[in-house]
Each structure stands twice: as C-alpha cells, then as structure tokens.
C-alpha cells in the first residue's frame, strides 16, 4: 500500500485486498472493516487503493464543506468504457458541471421540483390503481407494474409520453432495466478494471449488453423527436437538448452521444430507484399493521378520498415519517456511488490522492445508533419530534440522496413520486401478505441497489 493512504488490512502481493469484499455481501463486510480500522481505510483493489468513508460528520465534512475537491468520478468501466467520458452520472469536470446545471434547468422548466409536477404525476398514479384494481383478492407480484409505472413518470419528462402496461416494447426495456440493477455492481474488481470484463465470469460484458438494448430503444424516440423537432414547440428534456444542440457550437459538450447517454442515465436513474423505495413501503406495511391502520385513519381523517397533493405532506407527519423510515431502513445505497478528488488532498492526517476511487458509506449513517437509536428496529416515530410534526435533527442527518454538490438530482421527484403513491395506495387498498404464517423476508439483496427479494401480496379494495 502507498505511503501516506489511511490503514487498511494486510495485502497479498499482486491481488491486493481482492476477494475480500463480496459484492453481495459487502455492507457486512465494510460494517466488519470499520470496526477493526475506523471511519477511513483502505482496501486495495491489485495496485489500486479505493478508500472508504464512514460517519455522517465525515461525508458531510469532504462532500459539502470540500465539495469542490469531491465532486468528480472515479475512473470504472462505465465512465471509462462505455460511456467515454459523457453522460450525467458518471462524468465528472467541466463536462459535468456543464450537463447537470442543463439537466436541472430543462427538467425544471417541464416542473421538476415544483407542485406543477403532481398533477402529472397524479394522472399515473391513478392509472396505477385502476391497473391495481385487477389484481384485488388474489396474491400477486408488484414488481413489473409499478416500475411501469414510475418510469412512465420519467418518460413524461423525458419523451413527453407516458406508455400503456401492456406494450410490448416498454415491458421488455422495464425488464431490461430490472436486469440492469440486480447485475451491475459497484464494488466487484471488473467494475475499475474494465480489462477484466473479458473474463468468462464478468457481469459486465452483459450490462454493456444491456445498455446496447436500452440505447436501442430511447434511440428511436431520440430520432423520432429530431424528426419533428420544431424551436417553438419544446415539450420534453429530448426538445430541450435538441434546442440547445442547435444553438451551441459544433464542439460543445451538447453531442448525440451525450443525448443518448443522459437518457439511459435519467432513465435507469428515475425508476428502479423510486419504484424498489416503493415495494419497501409496502413490504414494511403488510409486516406493521399497526402502521398500515395509523397512516391510514390519518389519511382518512385530513384528506378523506380526496385527491392527495403535496400541499398536505404537512399535515401528514406519519405518511413522511413513515417513508423516513422505510428509506432509512431499505438503504438502497449503502455505500452511494463513488467519488474522487480532484487533486492530492490531506484529511485527518491521511493522503488522499487525486482520482481515488472513494466510497463514502451512506449505510454507517443511516444505521447510526447516535443519531438513530436501535437502528435495527423500524420505528417511524423516531422522526417526529413532541408536537408531532416531522422535522428535527434525524430527517436532517437521513442523506438516502447522498449530499454536496453530487446530491441525486432526483431527489424532489422522487420525494413526490413516494408521498403520491403512497398515499393514494393507502386510500384505496388494504394490504396483506400472501400468507400470513410465512412472511417476505426484509433482508434485502444487494445489485446496483438494496432490493426485497420478490413477494406476493394480497389486495383488499376499500
Ligand atoms: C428513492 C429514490 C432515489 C434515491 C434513494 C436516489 C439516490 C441517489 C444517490 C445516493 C445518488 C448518488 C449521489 C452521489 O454521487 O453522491 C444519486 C444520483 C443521481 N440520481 Fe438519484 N435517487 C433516487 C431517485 C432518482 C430519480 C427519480 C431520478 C431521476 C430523475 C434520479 C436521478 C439521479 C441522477 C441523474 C444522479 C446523478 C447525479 C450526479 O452525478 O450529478 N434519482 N441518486
């Protein structure tokens, strides 16, 4: 191990520390890690150091107050590889920087972030239930029809059309994009070494695959908006880039491959995410009942069956704190996605040098018995204070979007997308589980995200 990194276990020669992080089970293994080493270590990827963080104090110390210094990617084989560079969310620099503030203003123009988006997103919501309505009384997976469903709100945005639960073509991309979350991994050594891909055992000639597909799909409705593309008439984020395209120069950081990428990024980025945040929900319902009867006499007593906006999360405090708890607790990123300096930085002592592939480990918040006592425990109430409104210094230190200058750029859609659904979901249906006597697990299965291991449920209409 270079001079200077922060402590770290014992190196074999040549592998380094590989092997020694499953990618299934490498919560456990950086739980285990922290122990024996502190909040900073290092693990060695063969010649390659990749650095964690932990503690909430930490994170918010190198990616807010030294967000300048931490915002960049570290190089893996999709920034490298795949996407040369281009793209949202694994780019990093000028390019970055110039892609993001883009995307932010664009989406927001067509509503990102503000109350004009729930109508929209309502209008999915209800179609969601009345696809619901077809599976009353039987046991069922929900899997498919909800990411259909959050991705129809991305599609809005991004396509400027929603599509049907039984086409075809949509169906396969949603499967697609399924696949995509529970292969990739961020912590397996092919992922910073792109050379290894071309091993028997590498999963990511087949996310390379599954981009290829998925690229083939936005692809067409990419060429069908240049089609008809028309200045006066820019509905959605393509109209937008494509608008942009042709006022900018030639060699502007606005080219079709940018597009294409950006796309899939919003894409995959926008619906396993929200959707697998939702299956938690009702994972966590049909295992509390209690909650399911709080939430819902609540509902029933503010809002009835009338239709649900954002202007009532407010008056709501157990709907918010109950999606504080299920995202504390479904930690769909444990370890976020990596970072890297921008230059050599010093930190408590320890040399971080520029371009080192960083974890800083959202999980060693969220479980934190300091901020969070018995982390292990789902306990909603831990986020409303004495009046029972839901403020306090837990929702502050709950980072589930990361934080600094990388915070997910979806953070406020998503928080709609969760609060509408839920709530709606609740004013419609009773949820059970299939059988009562053999509950779904609630340990999750690490892919790209913390995912439930499939279950049925059971829908009663109210
Ligand atoms: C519950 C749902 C979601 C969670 C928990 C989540 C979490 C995250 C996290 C942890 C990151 C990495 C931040 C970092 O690098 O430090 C991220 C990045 C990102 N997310 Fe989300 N996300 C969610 C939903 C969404 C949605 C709905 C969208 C799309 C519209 C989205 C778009 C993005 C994008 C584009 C980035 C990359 C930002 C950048 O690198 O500058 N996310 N998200």
């Given amino acids: 191990r270079p001079k200077g990194l922060p402590p770290g276990p014992t190196c ?18 950086h739980r285990k890690l922290r122990k024996k080493y502190g909040d900073i270590y290092t693990i060695m990827t063969f010649h390659k150091p990749m650095i964690a963080v932990h503690g909430y104090d930490n994170i918010r110390e190198l990616l807010v107050k030294h967000g300048d210094i931490f915002s960049d990617r570290p190089l893996t084989i999709v920034n490298g590889v795949f996407n040369k560079g281009k793209g949202l969310v694994w780019s990093s620099g000028p390019l970055w920087k110039e892609q993001r503030t883009f995307a932010l203003t664009t989406m927001r123009k067509f509503g990102f972030g503000k109350r004009s988006l729930q109508g929209q997103i309502m209008e999915e919501v209800d179609c969601l239930m009345d696809e619901l309505e077809k599976y009353e009384n039987k046991p069922f997976d929900i899997q498919n029809i909800l990411n259909t469903s959050v991705s129809n709100v991305i599609c809005s945005l991004l396509f400027g059309n929603r599509f049907e639960y039984d086409d075809t073509k949509f169906k396969r991309l949603i499967d697609l994009l399924n696949k995509l979350f529970t292969t990739g991994s961020g912590s397996s050594p092919e992922f910073i070494f792109p050379i290894l891909r071309h091993l028997p055992m590498s999963r ?13 799909f936005t692809s067409e409705i990419i060429e069908e908006h240049r089609r008809n593309f028309n200045a006066n008439n820019i509905n959605d984020f393509i109209d937008g880039f494509l608008l942009q395209q042709n006022e900018t120069e030639e060699n502007s950081t606005f080219t079709d491959e940018q597009l294409k990428i950006s796309v899939r990024e919003f894409f995959a980025a926008g619906t396993e995410t929200t959707s697998t945040t939702l299956r938690w929900s009702l994972l966590f319902l049909i295992h509390h009942p209690e909650w399911q009867q709080k939430l819902r006499d609540d509902i029933d007593a503010v809002i009835g069956q009338s239709q649900p906006t954002m202007e009532h999360k407010e008056q709501l405090p157990l709907v918010e704190a109950f999606i504080l708890e299920v995202q504390r607790h479904a930690n769909l990123f444990p ?18 040098p520029k371009g080192t592939f960083m974890f800083f480990v959202l999980d060693s918040v969220m479980t934190d018995p300091e901020i969070f006592p018995e982390p292990t ?47 709606r979901f609740l004013q419609k249906f009773k949820i059970k589980p299939e059988n009562p006597e053999c509950m779904p697990s609630l340990e999750g299965k690490m892919g790209i995200t913390t995912m439930p291991t499939s279950f049925n449920i059971v829908l009663i209409k109210r």
């Avoid at 390379?208 to 998925?214: G, S, V, Y």
């Fill in 12 to 29: 074999y020669p040549i592998i380094g520390n590989v092997g020694l992080v499953k990618p299934s089970e490498a919560v456990k293994a």
């Fill in 204 to 216: 990511f000639a087949k996310v390379q695959k599954l981009f290829a597909d998925i690229d083939g």
């Fill in 335 to 352: 370890l976020g996605l990596p970072h890297a300096p921008k230059e050599d930085f010093n930190y408590k002592g320890y040399h971080l």
């Fill in 377 to 423: 425990k789902f306990k909603p109430e831990r986020f409303l204070d004495n009046g029972g409104t839901c403020n306090g210094e837990q929702k502050e230190k709950l980072i589930p979007f990361s934080t600094g200058r990388r915070l997910c750029l979806g953070d406020s859609l998503a928080k709609m997308e969760l609060f509408l659904f839920l709530t």
